[in-house]
């Protein structure tokens, strides 16, 4: 496990060393020195915190609702402009990286980068869901893509801690729960926490309880750091209040 993670904190520095080259913000000298200040930055980022507790039980009459994590990456193209094992294989999709970024450039999203469910089209509209919870339900986040994710939460939607991406999406302004902005103004990484989880390709883990300190009563705005246009809302309602509501109906 140890050896995985240290393979995913070198593929995210060859990323964003990768993608400073092919989107350069400031002089090469200066796109040195940030490329080189992310290599510092980037493997904290799992090291700073522990990893979030997955509790088994939950309580009677609660759900767990799950969030799949998609992408469209093709191992081959991707490994070959990052590095190794950027992108796992799968059934995820086929996309080729320079196919990934013409998207991006054109759209300012990636259609096969997403969190689901997304749409509703139930009422013959298209709309964007909102997950509904309860109080002591909890949300289990399953990576079916082939790259890794973040599942953040953020006081406003925003731009992740690759900065090359954040002006192509429309988002030149990073979430700060995403990134911490270092003296040469280059980006890193906010350590892991419950609000800020890491989800490898592949895998599957528990995320925030509803009713908690990170899932609290309300509207909260979740977003991947890495790809900042895969967002969702989160809306926990109290049981009781549910009740009520159904008995003056």
Do not use: Y
């Not at 700060?176 to 800020?196: F, H, I, K, M, W």
């Amino acid at each position: 496990m140890n050896e995985l993670k240290s393979n995913i904190r070198w593929l995210a520095v060859s990323m964003s060393a990768t993608l400073l080259l092919m989107f350069p913000l400031r002089s090469g000298a200066q796109s040195k020195s940030a490329s080189e200040e992310i290599k510092v930055a980037l493997p904290a980022f799992r090291t700073n915190a522990s990893k979030p507790a997955h509790n088994s039980g939950t309580q009677a009459g609660t759900q767990t609702k799950t969030i799949r994590i998609w992408d469209a990456c093709d191992p081959v193209t991707f490994d070959a402009k990052v590095g190794p094992g950027t992108c796992i294989a799968g059934h995820h999709g086929q996309t080729i990286f320079d196919d990934f970024f013409a998207e991006v450039q054109q759209d300012r999203v990636a259609g096969g980068w997403r969190f689901n469910p997304l749409l509703n089209t139930t009422d013959g509209i298209f709309k964007l869901v909102r997950l509904e919870l309860a109080p002591g339900d909890r949300i289990s986040l399953e990576n079916v893509g082939g790259e890794t994710h973040t599942f953040t939460k953020v006081e406003e939607f925003g731009g992740g801690f690759f900065a090359p991406l954040n002006p192509l999406t429309g988002n030149p302004e990073p979430a700060p729960e995403c990134a911490r902005v270092l003296a040469d103004g280059s980006l890193a990484p906010q350590p892991e926490s419950d609000t800020n989880q890491f989800v490898e390709a592949g895998e599957t883990e528990f995320g925030p309880i509803a009713g908690t300190r990170a899932l609290p009563l309300g509207v909260t705005h979740w977003q991947c750091c890495i790809h900042p246009w895969m967002r969702t809302n989160v809306a926990v309602r109290d049981r009781d209040q549910d009740h009520e509501h159904e008995h003056q109906n």
